[in-house]
């Protein structure tokens, strides 16, 4: 396995030095994302549709702050993997008065979570929940793995240094590695999460992170890479789930693609939006076959 190297200590002011050789970096949040120029998973999935390049570029110069809807998922990771912001309980009724508005301000001003009680009580229960599923429970094992490890390597293909953020990363041991992501959900129930896969392009996670797995020696191609996905609200059931070889085949594919639109894009410097020629477009088809039969 790849050794582990600790970065960010002797970063200039302006930023992290950039990385240039492959390895498991620890590192915060925070640094692994300012490591712009090597391609992550989320941004190989935003250069392609239903996205563009120029979204993607645009996202890079512009990154979106902290948003409350995000909060709740975040709050879950550092319980459930135990690394990351610390979550501080706001407890006032309301949040719009000036005093709950400055607790919030600060609270964010030092990096932390703020959570109204019930979302305090939310993700603690949260974590509870998951703690006593017979799977899950085994797969964030603290005496078993590492969370947040950041993972760099070259592709070999196009020379484009790449990038992944495991939640976590288990042990060495004999036997299949299985790697586990955890995700926050509205509905944990198959048929929803077989949508999910395809909206967020989980497919592609899944083959980008085996990528960094394989190439920093971490595991071979037998490796299991696994969504534990956990719903938001009571009971907050969780459903372990593995996309298929199929799936992952279209993920491989739509990686690649994002590998060569990256490295031709940062090559010329233009980052196209989504067509380039005059496209022709028609009445969606429900809409062209209402009116064929009306008017036509």
């Known amino acids: 396995m790849t050794t582990t190297v600790q970065a960010g200590a002797s970063a200039p002011a302006s930023g992290p030095a950039p990385i240039t050789g492959p390895g498991i970096y620890e590192m915060t949040n925070d640094e692994y994302h300012s490591h712009r120029y090597a391609l992550s ?11 563009c390049p120029a979204i993607f570029r645009y996202e890079q110069d ?21 690394n990351g912001p610390a979550l501080q309980l706001v407890d006032y009724e309301r949040w719009d008065t000036k005093a709950a508005k400055a ?12 959570l109204k009680r019930a979302e305090y009580e939310q993700v603690h229960d949260m974590a509870d929940a998951l703690r006593r599923h017979p799977v899950a429970s085994l797969l964030f094992d603290p005496e078993r793995g590492t969370p947040e490890q950041s993972l760099f390597w070259r592709d070999d293909r196009t020379g484009v ?14 036997g ?3 790697i586990p992501d955890y ?10 999460l077989a949508k999910d896969i395809d909206e967020y392009g ?7 992170y085996r990528a960094a797995c394989r190439a920093l020696g971490i ?24 996309v298929t070889a199929t799936a992952r085949r279209i993920g491989a594919a739509r990686n690649r693609r994002a590998l060569e639109t990256f490295a031709d894009c940062t090559a010329s410097g233009y980052w196209p939006g989504y067509s380039d020629d005059i496209e022709p477009i028609a009445l969606p088809g429900y809409a062209e076959t209402r009116d064929t039969l009306e008017y036509l």
């Open 219 to 242: 595991a071979g191609d037998d490796a299991a890479f696994v969504f534990v996905c956990q719903e938001k609200s009571a009971p907050y059931v969780i459903t372990v789930i593995e």
């Open 161 to 174: 240094m790449r990038r992944a953020r495991l939640d976590w990363l288990p042990n060495p041991r004999s």
């Open 62 to 82: 512009h990154p979106q702050p902290s948003k409350k809807v995000w909060d709740i998922g975040n709050a879950a990771h550092k319980l459930v993997l135990g």
């Open 176 to 178: 299949r590695l299985i």
């Open 183 to 192: 995700k926050t959900c509205r509905s944990a129930n198959p048929e929803k």
């Open 202 to 208: 989980y497919h592609q996670q899944d083959d980008w």
């Open 41 to 51: 998973s989320s941004g190989a999935r935003k250069l392609l549709p239903p996205s």
């Open 103 to 114: 607790d919030v301000a600060e609270a964010r001003a030092a990096g932390a979570i703020p």
